[in-house]
């Protein structure tokens, strides 16, 4: 299947360069050694400048190439493969436009557009450091002078300037960024039409009136610029409002929607990284005279977690092209990936960190420590742009209407259908049709019973598939039994109690089964006779673990053996020895293949780590 999204960051992939090869720009080495020194990635974002990454960040609308949001997707998974602080420290400047394509203006747009294209970097300025997430409650506050500058063709027919008083704190790209969305508050009362967003440039503000906070030293993603900036009376021109005054909270819940759905390209990327160590060193690693690879519990522990990066990346896959066409339903699976994807990640690594022992802290004993690193940097990634929290609460917050639109059968199935169609051209993105709530319910968990009964047709064409069926049968009766839990947390809660929250994680994964099986009913006819990665397509493979370990996690028993899961490692060392990436997509990497079995047979047989 000729898929462009993909193909696109292959090209980008190679355009880098082997990142084993310590003489390119890109490498692992290079990375590690900036780690080392807390140092932003300058080199590292020069090269991603000169292939055009900075274009895929801009609407077409606006000047740039962003059609596809699962392109965006491809393309932050494959830098995050290698290091997750250039992918967060490049890709803010993505987050820090997206309010002014969400409701900035034509001129506003084409403005920014050409600075990101330029190679400008833009941030966002949420957090503070009283108020966290509690966006409501913050301080930076914007003052009306009334005056009028009739010489800025931007605001000749709108009067005055702004005055910004205030500090925002924890941004990342405050420092470097010379651009910056600004949620301010408008009205001294605040509430939820208080706020707005003002698109400040640093460039033309008097040095006076702002300064940059010091650096944060971080645990993970230590040469990412995470600091601050402080405005004392900032005179900025009145063109500068992004939207409608008193707009800027929804503006800012509706940009999120996107930034924290294309976040899920940051826990791909790091369970790339740290399933590929993990199979690497237990091909390699000789204990007692065995490979470790040859031990039950190390291959369960790698089977486990190649399952859980194929059911990530299935999700993955349909939040980014729901994006374009479930787009009224965003307000759902934003939060759902945001929540499932960063926590399943973190246990990923996790898993793995058995596997490696000692290596899995180390920094200069095996792989340049690039295992301490990725788990270290991913952390952090389930907490920007909304913590879990925030999303379980999200997600509670619309019970009522998931509940009912279940009942009914409602929501955008068609677009659910599409999104989960991989051979289906995505529509535009159009950012009116964004909404704080999916008002009709979940079209993907909508459209799960009618890819259950199409899984049950196969199967009797096909027995291999008897066994997935089941589960997605199973799958069916778990929703369905969640839902009715829902109904039981129906509108807004004063305080809601942590019961609420265990049923919205159990939601996340029941959206998570529908969107798995959505996929592979709607597109394995499309990709099953590929030679790369048919094999786990075709009889249901990825399917069938990926429901296993949703029902697990729901509480209920396996779905699958330890056959199934031999099966799918299998697939994982081949896709590892042939050049291609461990994917439900058939995507070449450019890295060096690893060494061969037994190459740290040296070290002490008796090592126990």
Known sequence: MEHPPYRLAEEFDRFLGDPGDPDEVFSYARCAELDDKEEFPADICHRFQEWGLPDQY??????????????????????????????????????GGVSVWVAGSAEQGARLGAD???????????????????????????????????TDEQVADAPG????????????????????SLLTRTRPDGGPRG????????????????????????????????????????????????GAEGAGLEIVLKALQLTRTMCAALSLGAGDHGLRLALDFAEERELYGRRLIDLPQARHVVAGAAADVLLHEAVALVAARA?????????VISAVTKYLLPTGTDQVLADLTGVLGARAFLKDVHADGRFQKVERDHRIVGL??????????????????????????????????????????????????????????????????????????????????GPVAGAARRLLDVTTAVHAEMEEYQ??????????????????????????????????????????TGELWRDGLWLH???????????????????????LLGALRTARSSGRLFSLLPQRVPERQPATPGAVAGESERTPC
């Not at 702004?162 to 651009?179: D, H, M, P, Q, Y």
């Not at 047709?457 to 291999?464: G, I, S, Y």
């Not at 673990?545 to 099966?567: C, Q």
Request: hydrophobic residues 40%; glycine residues 10%; aromatic residues 6%.
């Open 58 to 95: 801009v609407p077409v609308e606006h000047g740039g190439r962003l059609r596809d949001y699962e392109q965006v997707l491809q393309l932050v998974r494959a830098v995050a493969r290698r290091d997750l602080t250039c992918a967060i420290g490049h890709g803010k400047t993505y987050l």
């Open 116 to 150: 990101i294209m330029a190679g400008v970097p833009v941030a966002l300025g949420l957090t503070e450091r009283a108020h966290g997430s509690d966006l409501l409650a913050g301080e930076v506050r914007t003052d009306d002078t009334g005056d009028t500058d009739a």
């Open 161 to 180: 300037h702004w005055l910004v008083s205030g500090e925002k704190w924890l941004i990342n790209n405050a420092t470097r960024g010379s651009v910056l």
């Open 195 to 242: 706020f707005s967003v003002l698109l400040v440039d640093k460039r033309e503000l008097d040095a006076d009136t702002y300064r940059h906070l010091p650096k944060i030293r971080t645990h993970g993603i230590r040469g990412a610029d995470i600091s601050g900036i402080a405005f004392d009376g900032a005179r900025v021109p009145r063109g500068a409002l992004v």
């Open 323 to 331: 994006v374009q066409t479930q787009t009224a339903e965003l307000s």
């Open 384 to 465: 920007f742009d909304g913590n879990t929290l925030v999303n379980l609460n999200s997600l509670i917050n619309q019970f009522r209407s998931l509940a009912r639109g279940f009942r009914r059968g409602t929501g955008d199935t068609a677009g659910g259908a599409a999104a989960c169609d991989l051979s289906t051209p995505l529509p535009p993105l159009d950012p009116t049709r964004l909404s704080l709530v999916a008002r009709h319910g979940s079209g993907v968990v909508a459209g799960l019973a009618a890819c259950v009964e199409e899984i049950d047709r196969r199967a009797e064409l096909n027995p291999a598939l």
């Open 491 to 532: 509108g807004v809660l004063a305080e809601v109690p942590p019961a609420a929250f265990e049923v919205a994680r159990r939601y996340t994964l029941c959206w998570a089964g529908a969107a798995c099986l959505g996929l592979w009913t709607h597109s394995t006819d499309h990709v099953r006779d590929d030679p790369g």
């Open 545 to 567: 673990t990926a429901l296993d370990r949703l029902l697990v996690r729901l509480g209920e028993p396996a779905a699958a053996g330890p056959d199934t899961y031999e099966e």
